[in-house]
């Protein structure tokens, strides 16, 4: 990816005539281009990594895979939130890790975990680089120095069970490599998070992932039979069978770890066959808590969707669902829902009547294929357009949380609020966007995008609003993240989720696997 942006150059998106004109309209964004330093323009902290630790670790994984280059450390210097790219942006000195290791093995991770330990240097695992919520942040806490272990050398499809249904992935593989080796065998993962075409499989199990086929293929933790992780006391192999009554499922305790824990190093996940069958179908209803009841009523029926979402009257009339067409036309009056179902001919035909059936009970009225097809199609492509947003002048980032269904209105609400109110206090209108991303029989996951003005620090800005927002969520019955994890930004919140006692036991767990603290500091654990 590019290092002060989403992704690929190549798929930037200019904003058009009908963004800008929203822009400054609606919120007053006196639209530009700004200039942006170019990477050998940015001034970073020297590395701080001894020359003798740097031919000590790399003996252990070759001088090739230790990194020092200040390219090598920019690149994974954090992730992509908004936070982070506005950082990118400032000419004044940035913090990197002191160097970059990229191990092939277990053997080579747990050697360097060891010298890490023993030399008191901090370790930040790297997969696709796509954390939003600070996960790569190079948080040194009192550790002299700081590596970065990217993981993409951990790369293969070490075996597939066709028989059981699962397959055992290299935590290094990214979403698209993942489904062209289980492609080629006939089969597919079916996790399509946003940040698919770079998030990794070991990412995805490390920060409870959640895709946008989770109707039908549930998230991430749903899908993982067994793991293994690479810790500085020692290696977990966890997962015997499908199902067990052995106490405590151990496998938790890495799932959503964000490497704080240890280094997963394989994933044996769920599979199932490349669906041949696909239908797709659109729906508008008159407004929100319309199409929300029809969202409960499909999931608590049962009828099996495998994507199934709704946006909010904002978000449908700036068309952010299609990406495409973003700020160009209103596809219609009310709240757009997008289904799609996957599987055999007769499965796909029998689901989608019966989810039909109870969507136009439920007061929906089709739009057919095509806003469907068009979500798809561009359903990868949103971030590209933040980029252009912010080098325009604009404040944009996303945020999410989850509660149970009686509990979305109020929810909603108050989060919209917060923002709004925050964003107001700093000179500028808010748009706040809402969709309901991923459902379940109790309660569903809200998605919100918002785009304001930037004022003055817009770093601080955005930190003041996700803060009300943030606080927003604990007041009201929400979770501090559904899906993008905990990292540094949302820990000062994992009090209020977790409590004080969970508190004392993700310590525990953490002085029981990494008693030196040198993995991931200042992330998820209070």
Known sequence: MKWNAWGDPEQAKPLSDGIRA????????????AAELG????????????????????????????????????????????????????????????????????????????????????????????????????IRADFPALVSLDLRRLDELHSIDEVSGEAELGAGLTGPDAERLLGERGFSLGHFPQSFQFATIGGFAATRSSGQDSAGYGRFNDMVRGLRAVTPTGVLDLGRAPESAAGPDLRQLLIGSEGTFGIITRVRVRVHPVPPATRYEAWSFPDFA????????????GTGPTVIRLSDEAETGVNLATTENIGEKQITGGC?????????????????????AVLQAAGGTSLGEEPARAWEHGRFGAPYLRDSLLSAGALCETLETATNWSNVPALKAAVTEALTNSLGESGTAALVLCHISHVYPTGASLYFTVVSAQRGNPIEQWRKAK??????????????????AVGADHRPWMRDEVGDLGVAVLRAVKATLDPAGILNPGKLIP
């Open 290 to 301: 319309t199409g929300a009841d029809a969202l409960r009523a499909v999931v608590q029926t």
């Open 467 to 484: 803060a009300a927002a943030s606080d927003a969520m604990m007041r009201t019955g929400g979770t501090i993240t559904h899906h993008h």
């Open 336 to 356: 757009l829902a997008i289904t799609a179902f996957e599987g055999t001919e007769a499965h796909v035909a029998s689901r989608h009547a019966e989810t039909r």
């Open 39 to 138: 990477a050998d323009e940015v001034r970073l902290r020297p590395s701080g990594l001894p020359d003798a630790d740097r031919d000590s670790l790399a003996a252990i994984v070759g001088a090739d895979y230790c990194r020092v280059d200040d390219l090598g450390r920019l690149l994974r210097a954090g992730g992509k939130s908004t936070l982070d790219l506005l950082r990118r942006r400032d000419s004044g000195e940035q913090d990197a890790p002191d160097a970059v290791l990229l191990p092939r093995d277990e053997d080579e991770i747990a050697a360097i975990l060891r010298y890490c330990t023993d030399h008191r240097i901090a370790v930040v695992p790297f997969g696709g680089g796509t954390s939003v919520v600070g996960g790569l942040d190079p």
């Open 22 to 33: 929203l822009l400054e309209q609606a919120l007053g964004v006196e639209t530009s281009t």
